[in-house]
């Protein structure tokens, strides 16, 4: 099939670990490269944030990433695009309309995108399918009046689900929310993210670690609900280990970031600053490099719509200890490859961790069952073979209603 994927922010050849990018740009990218080997024809459209940049650039065997002229070709922050999408929306059904290649489904990341795919298909015809990704709903509950959403999201959202020819759900907890929100049970199918084993195995090179310290993982952008001061907090009750936090800008820009002066900052006023260090943006590729040298991987985030690191450090053979949140309920088995904790409660995260630090046989049991569990149940193949029933058969309902 011929496979659209409309990622409006998020570009999968983005440095991750910035505001903007992370989960979503990952996901766009594996998911692209495992339709291709199933042997899909698959294009991603990301908007245009920079005017040297080519208008189409290949990105491995089967996937063209083509950036769309929408706005002003510069960076401008997600939160800031929705103007845009009408004009992004327009060039694509104008490109499918009259270009050599048009698609036979698209496939919206984040609401936004939907917007601009639903724009496009209602011109051209082509099937939408949605992932939302994160909820505006989730959003607005726990971030309340810092949420910087554009006001019309919810509304959006909520449009989009009965506009769409299918929406993904990730996990169990996604389909309660969207349920609330009114979208019906019938239109959605249920497709978790997965794991690049290649680049996620527990086998290869890690990074050096201190010698008698154990080793506390936590990956993320450094945004105030990825928990990264609970995990901070929580330090003071496991002080034979050492916090190593992945993301962010990259390390040269560290200083002049407030998320991480703030995170150094309680770390210091916490008595932890000796055990904790940030070490800014990593590329994807050598994300195994820093599972791999970790006991522990530690997601603590408020809330969190699927969670891409949990499961990439399972892959590793890390055990994880998790807020019971989100996606994060689905992936990590409680007691089986990782414990599940309350959210922003650095008493429950800091027993928790310094159970598993100071248990190895606890560790390996873990451990075993997590590598275990992320490649029997996340593998992108598996993902792509589930997207790829969805797409024909949203595309097969078009055609029938086209002749009929
Ligand atoms: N990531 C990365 N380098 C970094 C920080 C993060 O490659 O320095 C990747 C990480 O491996 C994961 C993604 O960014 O694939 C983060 O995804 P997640 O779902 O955990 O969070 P999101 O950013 O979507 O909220």
Known sequence: MRIAMISEHASPLAVLGGEDAGGQNTHVAELSAALADAGHDVRVYTRRDDRYRPETVPMGDGVTVVHVPAGPPEPIAKDELLPYMEEFGR???????????????????????????????????????????????????????????????????????????????????????????????????????????????????????????????????????????????AMCQVPEAECVIVGGPPAD????????????????SCGVSDRVRLVGAVPREEMGYWYRSADVLVAAPWYEPFGLTPLEAMACGVPVVASAVGGLIDTVVDGLTGDLVPPR??????????????????RATYAAAALERARQAYSWRRAADQLGDVYTAVSEVRRTRAVV
């Open 253 to 268: 820009q560290l200083d002049a970031d407030p998320q991480a002066r703030r995170l150094l900052a309680l770390a210091e």
């Open 91 to 233: 060039w694509l059904a104008a490109d499918w309309g009259v270009g050599s290649w048009s698609p036979d489904v698209a496939h919206a990341h984040f609401w936004m995108s939907g917007l601009a795919a639903v724009t496009a298909g209602r011109d051209t015809g082509v099937p939408v399918v949605l992932t939302y990704h994160a909820l505006g709903t989730v959003k607005r509950r726990h971030q309340g009046a810092m949420d910087t959403s554009p006001a019309p999201r919810i509304g959006y959202e909520r449009a989009l689900g009965r506009l769409v020819d299918r929406v993904i759900a990730q996990s169990q907890d996604e389909i309660a929310e969207l349920l609330r929100m009114g979208v019906p049970r019938a239109v959605m199918a249920v497709v978790p993210s997965g794991v690049n084993d290649a680049v996620f195995a527990p086998t290869g090179p890690a990074a050096p670690r201190h010698e008698r310290r154990a080793r506390v993982l936590s990956v993320g952008r450094l945004v105030e609900r990825k928990g990264f001061q609970d995990l901070i907090r």
């Open 345 to 362: 409660d650095p008493g429950a995260l800091g027993a928790a961790v310094g159970k598993i630090v100071a248990d190895d046989a606890r």
